[in-house]
C-alpha cells in the first residue's frame, strides 16, 4: 500500500486510459460507438462497467477522477456531481424514502440546510438539526424513522469538530445511514470511510480542483452503500463534464503540497490573530486554546485553509472598513483556490438549536498561498481602521 502522497501522483492513472501519455486525455463523448451487433448487446448487459457505452455514463477522464478520488477516500466507488451541493443532495437522496426522518448538525453548510427544510420537506421526508457537539448524546435526536445523519466537522463559519466515531457507533446499532462532508479536511487530513461513515462528500469545487475554476462535487460509498449511491446518481441523470474532471485531476496531483503549505499559512495567521488584542476567538480546531482540540488531534491528521475569527466588539455593518481597503484578502464563498479571501458572517442565520452569541462580528477567512508576512500586514491595517471606524 503506497503512501498518501504518493496516491496523490498515481492514483487513476490507468495505461489503458492514458494511451501513453501522464494524464488522460480530455474523451468529451454524448454518443459512444459499437461496432458489432455484439457489442451493444454486451454493453447493454452491463452498462455500468468501465467500458464506454453513453456520454452520461463517463468516459476514461471521469473514470481516471472517479478511481483516483475512490483511492484517496477508500472505499468501494466513486459518483460525480457537477457541484458539491448536488452531491449531498445525491447522496441523501440515494438513501432516504418519504417518511424517513434524517439529522443535520447545526453547523452544517447553510445551502445543506436549506435543501433539508424546503425540497426535502416537500418530499416528504423530515429533518430536525443536533448539536455539533452532541458525540454519543445523538442517541437523544434520534426518531424511529431515522434514516441518515449528515455531519460536517468542523462546521461551516463555527468550526466545532464531531465526534464521529461515536455518532457512527450509534447509527450502525439501528441501521442508520452515515454522511460526512468531508470538503475541509479533504482525504488528506481526515478519512471518515475509515471511521466507519458509509458516504464521503466531497465538494471538489473547493481544494481538490483548488484553482476556483470549477464546479464539481463527489460521493464516495463504502461497498453496502455504494450500489444506492450510483442508482440514485442513474436516475436523477447525474453528469459532469470530461473538461471539469480533467481540471480536478489536474488540481488533485497537486493537493497534498498545496493543503500543507495552506495549512501552515493559516496557523501562523490564526495564532497571530489569536495574539491581537481586538480579537475575542478564532475558531480553528488546530488551535490548542480551540475546545475541540482534542478530539480534532485524535481523528484528523492535519488542517487547511479555512477559519473564522471574532471581534471582542463592534457591529458588523461597520465590516466596511474592515474589508473595503485589503490588498490581498478579497470577498467571495467559494473557497480553496490558491488566493485569500475574507467573508463577514452571522451563524444567527443558520443555526436552530444553539444560539449563536458573540462579542462582535464574525468573520470566515480562507488563507491562500501568499507570503504570511504579507497577509498578516493587509489584516492588521484592516483591522486598524475597523478600530478608528468604531471608536473602539
Ligand atoms: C462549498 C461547499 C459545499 C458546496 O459545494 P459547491 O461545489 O459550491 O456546490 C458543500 N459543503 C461545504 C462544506 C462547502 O464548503
Redesign the pocket.
Known sequence: MSKIDTKFVTAGRKKEWTSGIVNPPVYRASTCIFETYQDLQEGLKNPSAKKLFYGRKGTPTQWALTEAITELEGGEGTILYP????A?AGAVLALVKQGDHILIPDSA?D??RHFANTFLKKMGVESSFYSPRAGADIETYLQPNTSVILM?SPG?LTFEIQDIPAIVSAAKERGIKTVV?N??ATPLFLNPLALGVDISVQ?C??YICGHSDV???SATANKATFPALQYGSYELGQTASADDAYLALRGLRTMGVRLRQHQEGALTVARWLESHDMVHAVNHPALESSPDHALWKRDFKGSTGLFSFVLKKGKEADSGALVDNLKYFKMGF?WGGYESLILPSNPSNARSVNTWQAPGPLYRVHIGLEDTDDLIRDLSEGLERFREQSNW
Do not use: R
Open positions: 457541484s458539491g451541493m448536488a449531498i453548510y445551502p445543506t460536517e461551516s462532508d470538503t475541509w465538494a469545487t473547493k464546479m464539481l462535487g467559494s
